[in-house]
């Protein structure tokens, strides 16, 4: 089963809003079986919506479209998609209609024409009633080709995908399952991962698809299988994995360093604590971004300038003058001077050059001391990042720090 998703607005086109919407939508598809082969965003525009309409029915059963559903003149969708679907009139929606009437009077709002157009759908398709909004959904079916049209409000069409789209797409269509299966690895480059398990990718079977995905948490593997297949085959690829990789397997499932490093730390029982100069918070952001981090984190230092350091975390001031504030020394010193302060079993420092300037010859941008202290001692490693870009330098040291975290729980 083959599907696209189109976002219209020109409001994407230019940037002005990140389109969130298809990200959604394709992972809700995928869960039914249904394969996205295409995302396409597209202006406000009669010819524009159709034209990728006929480009995409040519390949697809399913278009799920988004945007152009509001009350002003420039949201065309709903009469372009009239017109797309040879709809003679438009006919009131009468559960849509009261809703609006109800959200105006509980607003204090005078409700306008353009409130009342907005329940107006096309007679030839099924209103999908949009609990969230003033403008519902709408479902053509014509020809064995299906579009479904929806808000470009996220919350708008998510609730209108959970309670209105999804059990009618279960019922229209014979689903078989897509199934994807996700591995997390690290410190190891993309180009070369592809290279040391070579072998083991070329003796997939045919209907298992490998998929390299780069992400700052190290780079992930996933397999999808778009045919019937045992349930263990893919976590079994896994398994015969780890003999060609066995140092760089973070963990299974499609989750990032900040989720293991977290889970190992609730099984554990542990706690940790972060200073941090060049990261910024990112480390502790990063952490408690998972939900029931409370359980282990406790908090952090953000020690940006040096007398933070020396006042706050304890770092001997005259090693600063003498190694600088980017040195082994102080680096595991702030993370000492954490741990001790918040009182956890573990800690990590951060000290670097995140640029685009303030490198020398012997510290050039990307210099990056992590620390990591544990309840029998502190280990650091510096980092040569290799870049100008702030915010990957920022990103790559956080991580490594987690990644340093990560091996200590597991020693």
Known sequence: MNSAILTIGDEILIGQITDTNSAYISRLLNALGIKVNNMLSISDSRQSIVRALDALFEHVDLAIITGGLGPTKDDITKHVLAEYFNSKKMVTHEPTLLHVQEMCRKRGFEMVESNRLQAQVPEVCEALFNEQGTAPGMWFDKNGKVAVSLPGVPFEMEGLMQKQVISRLQKRFALSRIVHQTLLTYGIAESKLSEVIASWEDALPPYLRLAYLPTPSGVKLRLSCYET?????????????????????????????????????KQQGKTVSTAESCTGGRIASMLTSIAGSSAYFKGSVVSYANDVKVNVLGVNAYDIVRYGAVSQTVAEQMARGVQRLVKTDYAMATSGIAGPGGGTPEKPVGTVWVAVATPSGVQSQMFSLGTADRERNIACASANALNMLRKALAE
Do not use: H, R, T
Not at 246 to 260: K, Q, R, T, W
């Open 229 to 265: 297949a045992s349930e263990n085959e893919i976590p079994e690829q896994f398994e015969a994995l780890k003999k060609f990789i066995p140092d760089f397997i973070v963990g299974m499932g499609d989750y990032l360093l900040e989720d293991f490093v977290g889970q190992m730390l």
